[in-house]
């Protein structure tokens, strides 16, 4: 597997990483055609995307979007892994790229949203009143099957929560990272 920057990769790929985008996260690109907007949308030498390709094929994707704050501070968004090939290493490989290239280019910070907004809810902060004690909401947080469980093994913290965000019960946590 190698890390390569999305400018580099031909139509089918990214075709590929739209796919993956739909699949990974169809509540924000539910179908291809969104993803591959989103994908031309972020694809700009303002951002930077990275894939992980494997024989020619793409297994996971993310970017970094243009530098905030006189460029102390980068956002993560997105980050997909193929569903197959999960827990392998590969979202850690993409996530190390981009922050090391958000080191090269001055960052100081990097930050991810991760939505909690699955009608069930995923994390401890889903469908609780974040009004109520959200310091202590923070402190006994729990990511159960929700991706922020991946930011925290990555070194990064809880910094905010944007209560119902996403509809009563469903807010967007906010993770980040010194660089």
């Known amino acids: 597997m190698e890390i390569v920057n999305m400018a ?26 969104q993803a591959l907007e989103e994908i031309e949308e972020r694809l700009i030498p303002e951002n930077t995307l990275l894939a992980a390709v494997e024989d020619g094929n793409v297994v996971g994707w993310g ?7 006189n460029g102390n501070v980068f ?13 392998q290493g590969i979202g850690r490989a993409i996530v190390t790229a981009l922050e090391d290239e958000a080191r090269k280019q001055g960052g100081l910070t990097i930050y991810a949203g991760a939505d909690d907004e699955r009608d069930d809810g995923e994390t401890s902060l889903a469908n609780v009143d974040l009004y109520d004690d959200l310091p202590g909401k923070i402190r006994d947080f729990t990511p159960d099957t929700h991706q922020t469980g991946f930011y925290l093994k990555m070194g990064y913290k809880i910094i905010g929560v944007m209560p119902d965000a996403n509809g009563i019960g469903k807010p967007d946590i906010f993770l980040g990272k010194r660089l």
């Open 75 to 87: 956002e993560l968004h997105p980050l997909a892994v193929r569903s197959d090939k999960r827990k």
């Open 8 to 33: 580099q990769l031909d139509r089918a790929q990214i075709i590929q990483a739209a796919q993956i985008l739909t699949d990974s996260i169809p509540i924000g690109w539910p179908t291809l055609q």
């Open 63 to 69: 970017g970094i979007l243009a530098p905030v704050y």
